[in-house]
């Protein structure tokens, strides 16, 4: 059972930065893919990055492509999510998730992946 802590959340106004950190339990971290979504209040769960077990693969989510940036640090069992040039839409819940990476790389489904953090909210302002 892979155990994910997210934390760096927090208020920030349009147009700052924030990074996340996501701590996984799991001494096998680096076989595990990881992925970032988001859930606004009233609106589904969004995709938002993924990144394969040794950093070689990553995708984004459109909203966030040219503004945020997935890395993992396998040494160190955590994976990160730095966001720029913040919106207002940013506005949500960041969880992490993770699965046993294959050779079809990290899912861009939430129903690809069977660990969960407990999220972090991310609050931008305008």
């Known amino acids: 059972q892979v155990q994910l802590v997210e934390s760096g959340g927090g208020l920030v106004q349009a147009g700052g930065s924030l990074r996340l950190s996501c701590a996984a339990s799991?001494?096998?971290?680096?076989?595990?893919?990881m992925g970032w979504f988001r859930q606004a209040p009233g609106k589904e769960r969004e995709f938002v990055a993924s990144?394969?077990?040794?950093?070689?693969?990553?995708y984004y989510g459109d909203s966030v492509k040219g503004r945020f940036t997935i890395s993992r640090d396998n040494a160190k069992n955590t994976v990160y999510l730095q966001m720029n040039s913040l919106k207002p839409e940013d506005t949500a819940i960041y969880y992490c998730?993770?699965?046993?990476?294959?050779?079809?790389?990290?899912?861009?489904?939430?129903?690809?992946?069977?660990?969960w953090g407990q999220g972090t909210q991310v609050t931008v302002s305008s």
């Open positions: 998730a993770a699965v046993l990476d294959t050779d079809y790389g990290p899912p861009t489904s939430q129903y690809g992946y069977p660990y």
């Open positions: 799991e001494r096998t971290f680096s076989s595990y893919a």
């Open positions: 990144i394969s077990w040794n950093g070689g693969n990553t």
